[in-house]
């Protein structure tokens, strides 16, 4: 697997026109002044000096950046992973025992780093995290702040190397402006950032703002250290291509080859970029100035370089150029060789985008070649590989955007942990006493404030409360002026008829009486009178007159409402109904013991009178019910009928006055009136009163 | 022959004068006294003893059904006939049920009077064809109400079926177009009229009653 602090590849589903660079803050690079004697390249770092200070009588701190410093090199460049983590985690043990926070962020960053580079992300940004918390309580300035910068720029990476641009970028921008408040002197980690930045750019296809960030390092670029300076190179030439400046990246290819003769670099280094700049070169051949023999040139120069490096991802694509290169120059049969050859590695490695990439280059081959079959198969093979590598490019989308929400999930829960702590801090600090003159102070300020906010908060709705109140008063008085002016309307109006009554009864009614009596005495004394037509007429006539003043002033006011009752009442006026046979009504009462109130049972009378009225003159209804129901102070009437029912709602209509009469009795007792009509069913009305004692 | 005393309580002098002069021929009976107030009726009859009353139900003092009953619990034997001119079955049956013997309207003729003065010294009950008529109406038109279970309404049995149907309150409401208000009173009325104290066992009842 090919690795190197600071600087990786990443595969595109693309022909690989553009290769990304990305620079990666390694805990090595940056570690800086404090650590100096730990700054040392990982290709020439002896364990066995390392070891000896890790068992050696130093200080702790210089133990727990040992065992950091060896736990890197195990991880990313023995590939000893299960060594190397425990060599961490003894560092990150021993740092936290003697509470190094700075130890315990950089050996967090080589763990987030490590996850990251084995497509562990939640791992990864869970470690960074961690490590972005570490880093906030150290109280160096500068510590802290390298520290933070470089979680966010390798926070950056991990979302650069997931296609995610512009979180990278964000993250980089944060770490950008750490870097240029914090460390403006420091022109390394302002570089790593600007390049990054201008990567992101150049991935998010805006190379203009890419080489903006570009020329910014320009301005302090001779004092950049070499492998910066190369990287520079790099993102310079990238950005020109993209930007269609072919020459002047053809100009740029010939600064990184005067760079890496001039540069001092390590051996590493120097074929690293080598092999970078053997295959740039190819491509550039290849695909702008199309010179094929160049082209093959430098592939085959790349292809020695990664078989050097051992690096098998290159050396499969550096066949794969090859073959490429040959089957544009015509040679069909060395294309075919060679294209084979990548495709068996890729094959063995199961370098899938690859494979795939060789595949469709080697059916193209074949086709050119007549061997259509061979063709087929092979592009069938590609289209299965194409397929399986979008899905794993969306389970690694998925996993991503998984490791990002429990991320954020962790987050969530520190910052509510982080509140809780802050807050049990505060009730500390509130022991305080200067706090607590001072939370005495603002109280007693809160209270007059409050008191003055209440106070005339209070006034103005006392005001709005006594206004309302006012209001409903005067509807109140209004109501009772109606309600009194109805009631002795009302109340008249019986006191009246039952006067009248009692004078009909008594009066009219006794004279008439008397003078029936008289008649009859007379007609027993003189019995020729019975052989008197006009007699006998008279005495019928006064019969008549007396039955007429009885059944006026039984009308006027019932004296069995007065002496016995409203049911009684109610059922006599049944009876007389039920009587005429055109209307049957049916009375049934429950709960009617008591006798209520005499107005009240005038009212109540009068309004099922004026119910039956409307029934026996508009409803042609053959059958009524009326039904009291008194359960302790409620009592509900319901009249019903057969009839044809009526529009409830219209304004005017047969009975339409009797029922206004209804409604305002109904009003006058403070009851509730419920009407419900359907037509040729009948007319149900209920009212609910509540009976006072 | 001693002739039978009669008390008339009216506060209308001139119907007891009218009465007075229809029996002032019938040699058996004597009007003994007239009295205009309940208050001298009560007097008069607690010195003298008399066989017959004809007692006005409207009288200035106190109400004729109270006096009737007044005088009921102090004579058993004194035969008191009702003499009005309300021609109510409340008042009729109230009337008997206070004590009275018998029950005649004011524009009787005399042989009514008399008729109705032998009923009562026969020890039977006697009511004038008017008040005779009223009563047998309530009678008749009671009928149905009088048996043991109630008659329900239009509404009440639709609301009744709803509830069996499993519907709440709200519910059928909502189908019936009315408010949740007038459905509980229904609902209430139903369990009144069919003695329960629950929805359920307002079902049970009814179905036992056969009206579900």
């Given amino acids: 697997m090919y690795c190197r602090p600071g600087i990786r590849f990443i595969r595109q589903m693309k022909p690989m026109r553009v290769k990304p660079l990305i620079v990666c803050m390694s805990a090595l690079l940056c570690m800086g002044g404090s650590v100096a004697t730990l700054h040392v390249q990982a290709q020439q770092l002896n364990e066995d000096s390392i070891r000896r200070v890790i068992a050696g009588t130093g200080s702790d701190s210089v133990r727990v950046l040992a065992l950091l410093t060896l736990g890197n090199y195990q991880l990313k460049h023995k590939m000893q992973d299960s060594i190397g983590l425990h060599t961490l985690e003894e560092g990150l043990g021993l740092a936290g025992r003697i509470r190094f926070r700075q130890g315990i962020a950089q050996g967090l960053m080589i763990k987030g780093s490590y996850y990251n580079s084995k497509h562990q992300l939640a791992q990864s940004l869970d470690a960074y995290d961690e490590m972005m918390q570490v880093a906030e309580d150290i109280p160096n300035d500068s510590i802290r702040n390298r520290l933070q910068m470089m979680a966010y720029n390798n926070v950056g990476g991990i979302y650069n190397d997931n296609g995610d641009f512009r979180n990278s970028l964000m993250y980089r921008l944060k770490a950008l402006a750490l870097v240029e408040k914090y460390t403006p002197g420091n022109y390394t980690n302002l570089a790593i950032v600007y390049l990054n930045i201008a990567s992101d750019y150049r991935q998010l296809k805006m190379p203009a703002k890419a080489l903006e960030y570009l020329d910014k390092t320009t301005a302090f670029f001779p004092k950049l250290n070499e492998r910066l300076k190369m990287e520079y190179y790099y993102e310079y030439y990238h950005n020109y291509l993209a930007s269609g ?83 544009a120059a015509g040679n069909i049969p060395a294309a075919i060789a060679s294209l084979q050859q990548s495709y068996n590695m890729a094959a063995a490695n199961g370098f899938k985008h690859q494979l795939m990439k060789a595949e469709l280059l080697l059916a193209d081959a074949h086709k050119k070649n007549g061997n259509a079959t061979e063709a087929n198969n092979l592009l069938e093979k590609a289209m299965a590989q194409r397929a399986e590598i979008y899905n794993e490019h969306a389970v690694k989308e998925l996993a991503f955007a998984e490791a990002q929400y429990q991320s954020e999930k962790k987050k969530a829960e520190i910052a509510a942990l982080t509140l809780a702590n802050t807050e049990k801090a505060l009730k500390i600090a509130r022991r305080d006493r200067l706090l607590l003159a001072g939370s005495l102070i603002t109280g007693l300020l809160l209270l007059v404030v409050a008191w003055f906010y209440n106070s005339n908060n209070r006034r103005r709705k006392d005001a709005e409360r006594a206004e309302k109140e006012q209001q409903k008063q005067i509807v109140f008085l209004e109501r009772q002026q109606q309600v009194v002016s109805l009631q002795s309307m009302i109340n008249g109006q019986e006191t009246e008829r039952t006067r009248i009554a ?13 003078i029936k009596m008289h008649l009859s005495t007379l007609q027993h004394e003189v019995q020729d009178l019975r052989s008197y037509p006009l007699f006998t007429r008279s005495y019928e006539l006064v019969n008549d007159a007396s039955d007429e003043v009885r059944r006026i002033a039984h009308n006027m006011m019932p004296e069995v409402l007065i002496r016995i009752g409203l049911v009684p009442a109610v059922r006599e006026l049944c009876n007389s109904i039920n009587a005429g046979k055109l209307l049957q009504v049916k009375l049934q009462d429950y709960g009617m013991e008591e006798r209520l109130q005499a107005a009240t049972e005038i009212m109540l009378y009068r309004i099922i009178q004026e ?28 009249v019903e009928d057969n009839g044809c029912g009526f529009n409830v709602d219209a304004d005017s209509g047969s009975g339409r006055a009797g029922l206004e009469s209804v409604k305002s009795r109904v009003n006058y007792l403070n009851g509730s009136l419920s009407i419900d009509s359907q037509q040729q069913i009948g007319t149900t009305v209920m009212m609910v009163f509540l009976i006072n004692h | 022959m001693i002739p039978i005393p009669i008390l008339i309580i009216d506060d209308h002098p001139l119907v007891a004068g009218g009465i007075a002069m229809m029996l002032r021929d019938v040699t058996w009976l004597q009007v003994a006294c007239a009295c205009t107030n309940a208050a001298d009726a009560l007097n008069f009859l607690n010195d003298n003893t008399v066989d017959i009353i004809l007692l006005d139900i409207s009288l200035p003092d106190t109400d004729g059904l109270t006096l009737c009953a007044q005088i009921r619990r102090m004579h058993k034997a004194v035969k008191i006939i009702g003499l009005t001119s309300i021609n109510e079955a409340g008042i009729i049956s109230q009337f008997l049920a206070h004590g009275g013997n018998g029950y005649l309207l004011k524009d009787m003729g005399r042989e009514e009077l008399l008729e109705a003065i032998d009923a009562v010294m026969d020890n039977k009950v006697f009511l004038s064809k008017g008040a005779n008529q009223k009563l047998l109406e309530q009678f008749c038109s009671t009928g149905d109400a009088l048996k043991n279970a109630p008659v329900l309404t239009r509404r009440e049995k639709e609301i009744l079926l709803l509830l069996h149907e499993g519907l709440n309150g709200p519910q059928i409401a909502e189908k019936l177009f009315l408010s949740s208000y007038t459905i509980e009173t229904h609902r209430k009325n139903l369990m009144q009229k069919l003695n329960v104290s629950s929805t359920q066992l307002l079902l049970k009842k009814a179905k036992e009653c056969r009206m579900i």
């Fill in chain 1, 245 to 327: 400046k072919a020459v002047v990246a053809k100009a740029m290819l010939g600064t990184i080859e005067e760079g890496l003769r001039t540069f001092n670099l390590s051996d590493f280094q120097k074929k690293d970029y080598a092999l970078m700049l053997a295959k740039l070169n190819g491509i550039f051949q290849l695909e702008y100035d199309r010179n094929y023999p160049r082209a093959l040139q430098y592939y085959q120069r790349y292809e020695a370089l990664a078989r050097e490096l051992k690096l098998k991802t290159e050396i499969t694509e550096s066949l794969y150029r090859i073959g490429e290169t040959q089957l």
């Fill in chain 1, 502 to 514: 009692k004078d009909l009864h008594d009066g009219l009614g006794g004279l008439f009486s008397t």
């Fill in chain 1, 611 to 638: 119910l039956l009225n409307n029934i026996m003159k508009h409803s042609q209804a053959t059958e009524a019910v009326i039904q009291f129901n008194r359960e302790n102070n409620q009592l509900s009437i319901t």
